[in-house]
Each structure stands twice: as C-alpha cells, then as structure tokens.
C-alpha cells in the first residue's frame, strides 16, 4: 500500500498562475484532508471531506477550492496564486467512522508538496 | 479559544536527557488525546494515542493526561538524536477533524 500519495512533490509559480495539487490515498478511507504548515503557525486546516460527495470550509479557506472526485482523490486548486500562499501542503485522510471515536480518528498524512508563489 | 494550546518553542537537548512536552485543552469534555511526530521535510505520522486520564508508555515514550487541568504531556526517557523531530499534540473534534497544537521542535544533541 502506497498510503497517501500527493503530487507535486515541489512548484514553483508566479503570483496570479493557477495549479491543482493532486492526492489520492489507497486505504479505502472516508475523509480526506487538506492543511497548510508555516512556521510557528502549526497545521492549519483549508478544506476538509467528511465523506465522498461532501466539502466543507476549514480555518483557512480563502483563495482555494477542492474537489473530491471519487472516494481516493481529493484535489486542491490555486485559482489565482499569492505570495501569501507560500507554504507546505499536506493531504491527509482518515477512516473516521460516524461514532467511532479514537483510533479510527488517525489522519495519515501524504509527504508534502513545497510551494513558492513569487 | 483554540481547542488545544501548544507553545511552539524549540527545545535543545544532550543525548540522554528526558524531554519534557506540554499541551493544554479548552474542553473538558475531550477523551482522546494524539501525539505526531513529524521529521523533517516529512507528513506527521501518529505516535502515541492515550483515551481519559493516566498514563501509556510505550518503549521511551510515556503520554500522560491530567483531565483535572486540562494539560497532556509526553516524555521522552533517554532522548537519541534519532528522537529529532516536530512533536505536535492532537485532539479529534466531534466533526472527523482533528484540532493540532503548533508543535514542538525538538533536536536532540550527541
């Protein structure tokens, strides 16, 4: 099992280009996750799928959006990238199931993508 | 007020040592508690998962939760430099997220 697989690994993109990073994980799992990590900042949630053919908002949302395309893939879109948007990006996706707390609550997470927005 | 507080200071430490790491949470009603342990340049991967009060070791590792203060802590006995890492604290929501604190970054010295 690959677990979660994101792609691109590193991008780099001038302020106002688009891109879609891509993730998709094998572990058959309900939710998937996208965050961003900065220094001194912490993991900070953009987008969340609580299940397939469901999105929702997480703590920092604006200037993005995400599709969930099957039950594996859940992308991230930059429609109009800034330099604020420099940063790490991390998928993750967890089992998560309704009422079962605990273990079934572990994120695994994909290795990264590294983005600078010039 | 964030679910879960974590002050994001490195610590620096002898090979050897104990570390000592510290999270506080907001909601009392929270029963299961994370630690990830994220090297560098990698995705955090879980470490330790305890459920209510006590204590868990496992191996080196002892996660320990105080439901009277709202504190959980991990500890690290006989630190290596292979223990060098973002250690940040977990607690899953009612909604399948998971509330990180920022992380600690821990370098463990020869």
């Known amino acids: 099992n690959a677990g979660v697989t994101q792609t691109p690994k590193f991008q780099v993109l001038k302020t106002g280009q688009s891109m879609t990073l891509q993730c998709a994980q094998d572990m058959n799992h309900n939710s998937m996750y996208w965050y961003r990590q900065d220094p001194g900042m912490g993991l900070r949630l953009i987008y969340y799928s609580a299940s397939e053919g469901t999105t929702d908002k997480g703590e920092v949302p604006n200037g993005y959006n995400v599709s969930r395309l099957n039950k594996r893939e859940f992308s991230l879109r930059l429609e109009s990238a800034a330099p604020s948007q420099t940063s790490v990006y991390f998928c993750a996706s967890s089992e998560a199931r309704a009422g079962g707390p605990g273990k079934s609550n572990e994120q695994f997470f994909g290795p990264g993508t590294r983005l600078t927005v010039l | 007020q964030k679910e879960v507080e974590q002050d994001p200071g490195p610590l620096s430490v002898p090979e050897g040592a104990i570390v000592s790491l510290n999270c506080t949470y907001s909601?009392?009603?929270?029963?299961?508690f994370m630690w990830y342990r994220q090297y560098s340049r990698k995705g955090p991967e879980l470490l330790m998962y305890?459920?209510?009060?006590g204590n868990k070791e496992d191996g080196r590792f002892t996660a320990q939760v105080d439901k009277s203060s709202k504190y959980i802590s991990l500890f690290i006995r006989d630190s290596q430099p292979s223990d060098s890492a973002t250690y940040l604290c977990a607690i899953p929501l009612g909604n399948n997220r998971l509330a990180f604190g920022k992380g600690n970054q821990v370098v463990v010295i020869p």
């Open positions: 305890t459920y209510s009060s």
């Open positions: 909601n009392s009603a929270f029963q299961y």
